[in-house]
């Protein structure tokens, strides 16, 4: 008897944890493409080059880790260290979560020392069950203010570089 309610309480526990992860969240706010597209790019008065070395710089400041940088292209992919997102019913339930964030950065010039920057911030959060189900969430982070803000430090650092060299 006493196995079968050990049982009841791990599957009551396993409920309440997939409720917890996988239960009635706030709804996803959505924004047009041109909406999207103005909040994540800004135009710099600056060579592509420096421009570039200010974004990877900035990154790096902000605790991401660059996973790749291609000047030629312009692409730059960085991730933020992973962090563990378990609560406590849901390690009751054998299930654990972590979170990360991914940031994408597109530089072009556009016409000498007339560059763009196009910048792609997405959560990424991902769980595993004790019995090795898995799943992943990836949601765009559309604050403004957190692009605001990564602008502003790379006009921060684009004056650093300009006024050292």
Same mark, same amino acid.
Request: glycine share 6%; aromatic share 10%; net charge positive.
């Given at each position: 008897?006493? =196995?079968?309610?050990?049982?009841?309480?791990?599957?009551?526990?396993?409920?309440?944890?997939?409720?917890?992860?996988?239960?009635?969240?706030?709804? $996803?706010?959505?924004?047009?493409?041109?909406?999207?597209?103005?909040?994540?790019?800004?135009?710099?008065?600056?060579?592509?080059?420096? %421009?570039?070395?200010? %974004?990877?710089? %900035?990154?790096?400041?902000?605790?991401?880790?660059?996973?790749?940088?291609?000047?030629?292209?312009?692409?730059? =992919?960085?991730?933020?260290?992973?962090?563990?997102?378990?609560? +406590?019913?849901?390690? #009751?339930?054998?299930?654990?979560?972590?979170?990360?964030?991914?940031? =994408?950065? +597109?530089?072009?010039? #556009? $016409?000498?020392?007339?560059?763009? %920057?196009? #910048?792609?911030?997405?959560?990424?959060?991902?769980?595993?069950?004790?019995?090795?189900?898995?799943?992943?969430?990836?949601?765009?982070?559309?604050?403004?203010?957190?692009?605001?803000?990564?602008?502003?430090?790379?006009?921060?650092?684009?004056?650093? $570089?300009?006024? =050292?060299?």
């Amino acid at each position: 008897m006493e =196995t079968g309610n050990n049982n009841m309480v791990k599957k009551i526990l396993l409920i309440i944890s997939l409720f917890t992860v996988f239960g009635c969240g706030p709804k $996803r706010a959505t924004m047009s493409p041109l909406a999207l597209q103005s909040i994540q790019t800004k135009h710099f008065e600056n060579d592509k080059s420096l %421009v570039f070395r200010s %974004v990877i710089s %900035v990154f790096q400041d902000l605790g991401y880790i660059i996973e790749s940088a291609d000047h030629e292209t312009g692409f730059i =992919t960085a991730k933020s260290a992973t962090k563990s997102d378990t609560n +406590f019913f849901q390690a #009751l339930g054998g299930y654990s979560s972590t979170q990360t964030t991914k940031a =994408t950065a +597109f530089v072009e010039e #556009l $016409r000498t020392n007339y560059t763009k %920057v196009r #910048l792609n911030f997405v959560q990424i959060s991902k769980g595993s069950s004790a019995y090795g189900q898995q799943n992943q969430n990836d949601e765009p982070i559309l604050d403004p203010k957190i692009y605001e803000n990564a602008f502003n430090k790379v006009s921060d650092a684009i004056f650093i $570089r300009k006024e =050292t060299n």
